[in-house]
């Protein structure tokens, strides 16, 4: 589910994606209950879209069409990262400027983050974004 702006609360689809534009913050929503889990900033993910062939292999695997989702939460000081440097297509956390490269597993390219965010394996089920597996990894400064 969006998790900000005029689209808040709605579901994401993989047509609201747009190439190598900022990420999208979401809510998970758990397909059988419908709860939207937005009750901790630690379950906020982010989520991206490149051209498949533009992920390395070990995006790639966990990647829908091209759509990336990652943990929101610098693995630094649990802050959001919510910036974006669309120029270098990079992932960025204002608070310690951190940045990640979300087409290569968002590993850490800048910065004193210690880890890649977790990725969280995506699929494409009935034209709906799905989570396909947990978030491979720890959510924040957490050890792995």
């Given at each position: 589910?969006?998790?900000?702006?005029?689209?808040?609360?709605?579901?994401?689809?993989?047509?609201?994606?747009?190439?190598?534009?900022?990420?999208?913050?979401?809510?998970?929503?758990?397909?059988?209950?419908?709860?939207?889990?937005?009750?901790?900033?630690?379950?906020?993910?982010?989520?991206?879209?490149?051209?498949?062939?533009?992920?390395?292999?070990?995006?790639?695997?966990?990647?829908?069409?091209?759509?990336v989702a990652y943990s929101a939460i610098c693995k630094h000081a649990q802050c959001p990262v919510n910036g974006w440097n669309r120029e270098k297509q990079l992932l960025h956390c204002f608070c310690h400027a951190s940045e990640y490269d979300p087409r290569k597993s968002a590993a850490v390219v800048s910065g004193p983050a210690p880890r890649p965010l977790p990725i969280l394996p995506l699929k494409i089920v009935d034209g709906a974004l799905t989570v396909a597996a947990p978030l491979r990894g720890k959510v924040g400064n957490r050890s792995v």
């Amino acid at each position: 589910m969006f998790a900000e702006g005029d689209r808040s609360g709605r579901e994401i689809k993989p047509e609201d994606m747009v190439l190598g534009e900022q990420q999208i913050m979401a809510w998970p929503l758990d397909p059988a209950s419908k709860e939207v889990r937005s009750g901790s900033r630690l379950n906020e993910i982010l989520l991206l879209r490149f051209e498949p062939d533009t992920l390395d292999e070990g995006t790639r695997p966990y990647a829908a069409d091209g759509i990336v989702a990652y943990s929101a939460i610098c693995k630094h000081a649990q802050c959001p990262v919510n910036g974006w440097n669309r120029e270098k297509q990079l992932l960025h956390c204002f608070c310690h400027a951190s940045e990640y490269d979300p087409r290569k597993s968002a590993a850490v390219v800048s910065g004193p983050a210690p880890r890649p965010l977790p990725i969280l394996p995506l699929k494409i089920v009935d034209g709906a974004l799905t989570v396909a597996a947990p978030l491979r990894g720890k959510v924040g400064n957490r050890s792995v």
